[in-house]
């Protein structure tokens, strides 16, 4: 699998290794190795993760796909639901993966939780009888995806049998 960087990522990354460097030249600075052992681990800790947070940042901001057209159709026979569409990068630099993450939630019957009343936390834990409700997917829809291209998608899932009326919500993640 691809990892894209861009400039900025880059950016980050050598000021990083700047800091560390300029940390590295203060601690010398220290006399007793305690303190030079204390600024060198405060100096190391808050370099990385202010780094990690900056590049999560630009991860968010700089990798973007959204999803045009998605459309599902239950396929009574096979009991699958199938998800088609498009996802297209947004952004201006390459897409290494896009991944979907879609919910399938069941509307019409609400289960009572074993004390009754709404559903409850403990009902997977304690209940025999229990069904979830929600029910998460992850999939990769597309993969190294150039600035402004699109791709068809097309995704089939097992429909579970107790559920009644299904909604479902969708989202892109880029990487």
């Known amino acids: 699998m691809n990892i894209y960087l861009t ?3 880059y950016l980050v990354l050598v000021i990083a290794l700047l800091s560390i460097v300029l940390s590295i030249f203060s601690a010398l600075q220290a006399k007793r190795l305690i303190q030079q052992l204390a600024i060198l681990f405060v100096s190391l800790i808050l370099i990385s993760a202010g780094t990690f947070i900056v590049l999560a940042g630009l991860e968010s901001y ?3 796909a959204k999803i045009f057209n998605l459309k599902h159709d239950r396929l009574l026979q096979s009991e699958q639901i199938v998800f088609t569409g498009v996802v297209k990068n ?3 630099y390459p897409l290494a993966r896009v991944q979907l993450e879609l919910t ?3 509307t019409q019957k609400q289960q009572s939780g074993i004390f009754g009343g709404a ?3 403990f009902n997977e834990a304690f209940d025999s ?3 979830p ?3 998460n997917y992850d999939y990769t829809i597309a ?3 150039p600035p402004g291209y699109s791709k068809a998608f097309t995704i089939m899932i097992d429909y579970p049998p107790y559920f009644n009326d299904t909604s479902y919500r969708t989202k892109a993640i880029a990487h």
């Open 133 to 135: 409700q929600t029910i």
């Open 129 to 131: 009888k229990y069904q």
């Open 104 to 106: 399938l939630q069941n």
């Open 62 to 64: 700089t990798k973007k």
């Open 7 to 9: 400039v900025w990522h």
């Open 143 to 145: 993969t190294d995806l």
């Open 119 to 121: 559903p409850h936390a």
């Open 90 to 92: 947004m952004g201006e």
